[in-house]
């Protein structure tokens, strides 16, 4: 069961995270539950947050902010300027 709301919260975060970057026309959904989860555990290696407690609004939102840098990372990446 737990997999299945990290699935859904990470889907949720990445497509929260492509709408703010501008970049959600190019995602699917499956790339968005990807982002989603990839951004918690950047955010848990940057900022030391712990997100195996469970999720929380706290976690949450630092899971949408690790989407969001790995968003950004990409879009300097792919285009050399973050939107």
Known sequence: ???IVWLVVGGIC???ASMIMRTDA???VIL???VGIVGAVISGLIFGVNMNSGITVESFLYALLGAVILLAVVNLIRRGSVR
Do not use: H
């Open 1 to 3: 069961m737990g997999i």
């Open 32 to 34: 968005n539950i990807v």
């Open 26 to 28: 190019q995602q699917g």
């Open 14 to 16: 990445g497509w929260l």
